[in-house]
């Protein structure tokens, strides 16, 4: 029948096109000099659990595929997943790509392979059986002889299977995905990279300074930035002088739409010999020329080129003679005002000799401290001013020893070297002033560390991120300013005629000066409860133990007459009772509370400033407040900073603080330094400080730089948040 015959030439018809596009289909899979497949780093995995993906891309020679951004020419590649319910996609995660340079166009590529990574969950209430995953990949891949390059769109389908069942076990390719994921960029969050604008526009060009600290020298340095509709970072650096452990470029930035960027994201890239490595950074950019000074006060801000080592060793100097009036070093104050009334009948020369000896003690305590830091930094350690104070051994034995020190002033028992008197801390006499003097030198330093001041900040700040000989002048000099009121007066005695003249008073002052010291270890004692908790408390009860024996000792051994053996024995059985008592049973003093996710993200600690709204400061929050065009406030601050509770704090307590911050609508942002978290360290970091208290007032604009301070009074305060209102 016609009609029949009609049917057979159609269908003979179709059957040559199919054949047809089968063959052309093959012929378009051999032509592609990429070839694509789907891996996975499990054969079977749980319900609920997450499974690493990765599209395997192999090149060909001479021919490459792209990077998220791929510069100024290229395509990236995409995925279209074809997933059965269940089953999520998350974002591709890109290796690092190298840069290509070809005449005018600069773009950022992979060659021979890449594994693109892509992280797939699982939901909880999947059935346990196969699941077959589908995806279609589309990339450009561009390459070919020399002079005959071009481009070509390609796309391949790929699969695989999932088993999904009780347990995970790992698949053929789990090695091929650990070995990309080491290719990753690493989170730039801890390294404290920081952005600035170097200087006002040139038509839609302007100049980005970025910049970030590094431990070893890197002989490359550049940054790949992300794409963006808004702006686009030229892909050519410029390498600029920087201080020793930093990396300063200046990358070119050009507008394409609306206002300039508040915020840059990209890889900082550092290569020292063969190894490379990449930050993935998303960095506020400050306000263009220097940042804006701070309103009274020390103030200053990020971004600016870094001063002299010789202006660095002046604020060192200054930092450390302010810290004779904070409140930490007030107690060994007090003790060298005693000391002095001791050595006014003295020669001069002996005079002077105590001088140089207490000079000795501070500058051998920060020559000690000095090293340390070098020490650890040298094993991949990030410190800061005050570092010793986040451990917790080292609080428990400072609280006994100042504890001691105060019972010593009391005269519960005195310090005996040889079977001579010896009160380390306060007896300066001509016989045995010196070691007196030396140990007051010493006990200075370790208090004065818990503290910050002016200047100190920026000098420890620029010191911590330099060579090991920065680090040892810089902490001397702190050291000298330490000591330099004491020099001072020991080598001009007469200047001393204003103190009164030795007497039984002296006595009655030296028992005074005790509660100052108790009040120290109080405080200690008080910082405890970040590591211990409420069983920071059996401390004292363990104190009180050590106060009895060291009465027992002095009553009865020191000054008494009869069955001294016998007191002695008692007073070792009152401190071993103690001892396994109070600090082995009760406080467990070996184990520490260990900081968790949980501690970490708790909610705001006692340190906040009361009657205000304070967040959780983190980069996050930070980035958010400023979107909304509010004034932010930030205070950097630690419980075992004596500085940021007595003067910091109460400023941000007054009443005109409080109803200004309301007034202009400002976000309040806590820092809490106490267990020194990396992150807030970084921040820190990028305001060349390693110490606290810091106070950051960022301005409504998002554009505009904080202005910085490291001491302020509600005044300066007040004056500052108006600034930043406008």
Same mark, same amino acid.
């Given at each position: 029948?016609?009609?029949?015959?009609?049917?057979?030439?159609?269908?003979?018809?179709?059957?040559?096109?199919?054949?047809?596009?089968?063959?052309?289909?093959?012929?378009?899979?051999?032509?592609?000099?990429?070839?694509?497949?789907?891996?996975?780093?499990?054969?079977?995995?749980?319900?609920?659990?997450?499974?690493?993906?990765?599209?395997?891309?192999?090149?060909?020679?001479?021919?490459?595929?792209?990077?998220?951004?791929?510069?100024?020419?290229?395509?990236?590649?995409?995925?279209?997943?074809?997933?059965?319910?269940?089953?999520?996609?998350?974002?591709?995660?890109?290796?690092?790509?190298?840069?290509?340079?070809?005449?005018?166009?600069?773009?950022?590529?992979?060659?021979?392979?890449?594994?693109?990574?892509?992280?797939?969950?699982?939901?909880?209430?999947?059935?346990?059986?196969?699941?077959?995953?589908?995806?279609?990949?589309?990339?450009?891949?561009?390459?070919?002889?020399?002079?005959?390059?071009?481009?070509?769109?390609?796309?391949?389908?790929?699969?695989?299977?999932?088993?999904?069942?009780?347990?995970?076990?790992?698949?053929?390719?789990?090695?091929?995905?650990?070995?990309?994921?080491?290719?990753?960029?690493?989170?730039?969050?801890?390294?404290?990279?920081?952005?600035?604008?170097?200087?006002?526009?040139?038509?839609?060009?302007?100049?980005?300074?970025?910049?970030?600290?590094?431990?070893?020298?890197?002989?490359?340095?550049?940054?790949?930035?992300?794409?963006?509709?808004?702006?686009?970072?030229?892909?050519?650096?410029?390498?600029?002088?920087?201080?020793?452990?930093?990396?300063?470029?200046?990358?070119?930035?050009?507008?394409?739409?609306?206002?300039?960027?508040?915020?840059?994201?990209?890889?900082?890239?550092?290569?020292?010999?063969?190894?490379?490595?990449?930050?993935?950074?998303?960095?506020?950019?400050?306000?263009?020329?220097? #940042? $804006?000074?701070?309103?009274?006060?020390?103030?200053? &801000? /990020? *971004?600016?080129?870094?001063?002299? +080592?010789?202006?660095? =060793? @002046?604020?060192?100097?200054?930092?450390?003679?302010?810290?004779?009036?904070?409140?930490?070093?007030?107690?060994?104050?007090?003790?060298?005002?005693?000391?002095?009334?001791?050595?006014?009948?003295?020669?001069?020369?002996?005079?002077?000799?105590?001088?140089?000896?207490?000079?000795?003690?501070?500058?051998?305590?920060?020559?000690?401290?000095?090293?340390?830091?070098?020490?650890?930094?040298?094993?991949?350690?990030?410190?800061?001013?005050?570092?010793?104070?986040?451990?917790?051994?080292?609080?428990?034995?400072?609280?006994?020893?100042?504890?001691?020190?105060?019972?010593?002033?009391?005269?519960?028992?005195?310090?005996?070297?040889?079977?001579?008197?010896?009160? #380390? $801390?306060?007896?300066?006499?001509?016989?045995?002033? &010196? /070691? *007196?003097?030396?140990?007051?030198? +010493?006990?200075?330093? =370790? @208090?004065?560390?818990?503290?910050?001041?002016?200047?100190?900040?920026?000098?420890?700040?620029?010191?911590?991120?330099?060579?090991?000989?920065?680090?040892?002048?810089?902490?001397?000099?702190?050291?000298?300013?330490?000591?330099?009121?004491?020099?001072?007066?020991?080598?001009?005695?007469?200047?001393?005629?204003?103190?009164?003249?030795?007497?039984?008073?002296?006595?009655?002052?030296?028992?005074?000066?005790?509660?100052?010291?108790?009040?120290?270890?109080?405080?200690?004692?008080?910082?405890?409860?970040?590591?211990?908790?409420?069983?920071?408390?059996?401390?004292?009860?363990?104190?009180?133990?050590?106060?009895?024996?060291?009465?027992?000792?002095?009553?009865?051994?020191?000054?008494?007459?009869?069955?001294?053996?016998? &007191? /002695?024995?008692?007073?070792?059985?009152? +401190?071993?009772?103690?001892?396994?008592?109070?600090?082995?049973?009760?406080?467990?003093?070996?184990?520490?509370?260990?900081?968790?996710?949980?501690?970490?993200?708790?909610?705001?600690?006692?340190?906040?400033?009361?009657?205000?709204?304070?967040?959780?400061?983190?980069?996050?929050?930070?980035?958010?407040?400023?979107?909304?065009?509010?004034?932010?406030?930030?205070?950097?601050?630690?419980?075992?900073?004596?500085?940021?509770?007595?003067?910091?704090?109460?400023?941000?307590?007054?009443?005109?603080?409080?109803?200004?911050?309301?007034?202009?609508?400002?976000?309040?942002?806590?820092?809490?330094?106490?267990?020194?978290?990396?992150?807030?360290?970084?921040?820190?970091?990028?305001?060349?400080?390693?110490?606290?208290?810091?106070?950051?007032?960022?301005?409504?604009?998002?554009?505009?730089?904080?202005?910085?301070?490291?001491?302020?009074?509600?005044?300066?305060?007040?004056?500052?948040?108006?600034?930043?209102?406008?």
């Amino acid at each position: 029948m016609p009609g029949s015959s009609i049917y057979i030439y159609v269908g003979r018809l179709l059957s040559f096109l199919s054949a047809a596009s089968v063959f052309l289909a093959s012929a378009s899979a051999q032509a592609a000099h990429t070839q694509a497949r789907l891996v996975l780093a499990a054969q079977s995995a749980p319900a609920g659990d997450t499974v690493l993906a990765g599209i395997a891309l192999r090149m060909d020679a001479n021919w490459h595929t792209y990077w998220n951004n791929p510069g100024q020419s290229g395509g990236a590649a995409t995925i279209d997943w074809q997933l059965p319910a269940g089953v999520a996609a998350g974002a591709i995660l890109w290796p690092v790509p190298e840069k290509l340079v070809d005449g005018e166009l600069t773009t950022y590529i992979y060659d021979d392979e890449v594994v693109l990574l892509v992280p797939l969950k699982l939901a909880s209430d999947l059935a346990p059986g196969p699941l077959n995953l589908k995806a279609k990949v589309s990339w450009l891949e561009c390459g070919g002889e020399k002079g005959k390059e071009k481009c070509v769109q390609e796309s391949a389908s790929v699969q695989t299977a999932l088993n999904l069942g009780p347990e995970t076990k790992p698949s053929k390719d789990t090695g091929l995905l650990a070995a990309w994921q080491k290719k990753l960029p690493q989170n730039g969050k801890r390294v404290g990279a920081h952005a600035s604008w170097e200087k006002a526009a040139k038509g839609n060009l302007r100049p980005l300074i970025l910049e970030w600290p590094t431990i070893a020298p890197a002989a490359e340095a550049d940054f790949f930035p992300d794409a963006s509709e808004q702006f686009e970072v030229q892909p050519i650096t410029e390498r600029l002088p920087a201080d020793t452990g930093k990396i300063r470029l200046r990358a070119q930035v050009k507008k394409l739409a609306g206002d300039w960027p508040g915020r840059v994201s990209g890889l900082l890239i550092q290569k020292s010999g063969t190894e490379r490595q990449a930050y993935a950074v998303d960095l506020p950019v400050d306000g263009s020329g220097p #940042a $804006a000074s701070a309103v009274g006060g020390s103030g200053s &801000a /990020a *971004g600016v080129v870094a001063e002299s +080592l010789w202006m660095k =060793l @002046l604020y060192a100097f200054l930092g450390g003679l302010i810290l004779n009036v904070m409140p930490c070093v007030l107690p060994v104050i007090a003790l060298k005002i005693l000391g002095f009334v001791s050595q006014a009948k003295d020669e001069p020369a002996q005079v002077r000799k105590l001088g140089l000896v207490y000079t000795a003690g501070v500058l051998a305590s920060f020559l000690a401290l000095a090293l340390f830091i070098i020490g650890l930094k040298a094993a991949g350690s990030k410190v800061g001013w005050g570092f010793q104070f986040n451990n917790p051994y080292f609080l428990v034995a400072m609280t006994t020893l100042v504890t001691l020190i105060a019972l010593n002033l009391f005269g519960v028992f005195e310090v005996t070297l040889g079977s001579r008197t010896l009160t #380390a $801390a306060t007896t300066l006499s001509a016989k045995h002033g &010196a /070691a *007196g003097a030396f140990f007051n030198g +010493l006990l200075a330093t =370790l @208090l004065a560390t818990s503290c910050s001041a002016p200047f100190l900040g920026a000098a420890v700040g620029f010191a911590f991120a330099q060579s090991a000989g920065i680090i040892l002048v810089i902490m001397l000099t702190v050291g000298l300013g330490l000591a330099a009121p004491y020099i001072v007066l020991s080598w001009h005695p007469a200047w001393l005629r204003f103190l009164p003249r030795p007497g039984a008073w002296m006595e009655k002052f030296k028992i005074a000066m005790g509660f100052p010291m108790l009040a120290a270890a109080v405080w200690l004692c008080s910082i405890l409860t970040l590591h211990y908790g409420e069983r920071a408390w059996w401390l004292a009860i363990f104190l009180v133990f050590v106060a009895v024996a060291s009465w027992i000792y002095g009553e009865f051994v020191q000054r008494g007459s009869r069955h001294r053996v016998i &007191a /002695a024995l008692v007073t070792v059985v009152v +401190l071993f009772i103690g001892y396994r008592y109070a600090m082995e049973g009760q406080l467990r003093w070996r184990e520490p509370i260990r900081e968790t996710k949980e501690t970490n993200t708790a909610a705001i600690p006692k340190v906040a400033p009361r009657g205000l709204d304070w967040q959780k400061w983190s980069l996050e929050a930070l980035a958010a407040a400023r979107a909304e065009g509010r004034p932010v406030v930030v205070d950097f601050t630690a419980t075992w900073c004596p500085t940021c509770n007595t003067v910091v704090k109460p400023s941000f307590e007054s009443a005109s603080v409080r109803n200004k911050l309301k007034e202009v609508n400002a976000v309040a942002l806590l820092a809490d330094y106490s267990r020194q978290p990396d992150e807030i360290g970084a921040e820190l970091d990028r305001f060349g400080r390693r110490a606290v208290p810091l106070v950051l007032v960022y301005p409504r604009k998002p554009q505009e730089p904080p202005m910085v301070f490291d001491w302020v009074t509600p005044r300066i305060l007040v004056k500052a948040l108006d600034k930043a209102a406008l």
